[in-house]
């Protein structure tokens, strides 16, 4: 039902600064909990970020807190990540996720969220 892409990924020095993108393809993006997760090399799939359907609600994990910045904007049907003082220990697949939902509750559960992108690729060199 829902179709999400990912875009903004790249290469990047440490220090430096990149922006993803979220963008839905489905009809009902103003209704989602939304968040971001990554899976780095030999890792799984980890929280990064998670924004309610207005944006009046953050949450991040204490590895991105100070660097990084979830954002969307409804009427476009897209999500940010700002990704600023990037280390190289950010390196990773990085997805979009959407799920419904009443509360934040499971905001950082990759299980709680039946909605992927495919997933963009950051990387990021010493």
């Known amino acids: 039902q829902e179709q999400l892409v990912e875009s903004g990924g790249g290469l990047v020095q440490a220090g430096g600064s990149l922006r993803l993108s979220c963008t839905s393809s489905?009809?009902?993006?103003?209704?989602?909990?939304m968040g971001w997760f990554r899976q780095g090399p030999g890792k799984e799939r980890d929280f990064v970020a998670a924004i309610s359907q207005s944006g009046g609600y953050t949450n991040y994990a204490d590895s991105v807190k100070g660097r990084f910045t979830i954002s969307r904007d409804n009427a476009k049907k897209t999500m940010y990540l700002q990704m600023n003082s990037l280390k190289p220990e950010d390196t990773a697949v990085y997805y979009c996720?959407?799920?419904?939902?009443?509360?934040?509750?499971?905001?950082?559960?990759?299980?709680?969220?039946?909605?992927w992108g495919q997933g963009t690729q950051v990387t990021v060199s010493a």
């Open positions: 489905g009809r009902f993006f103003g209704t989602y909990y």
């Open positions: 996720a959407a799920r419904v939902s009443v509360d934040s509750s499971g905001y950082y559960n990759p299980q709680r969220y039946p909605y």
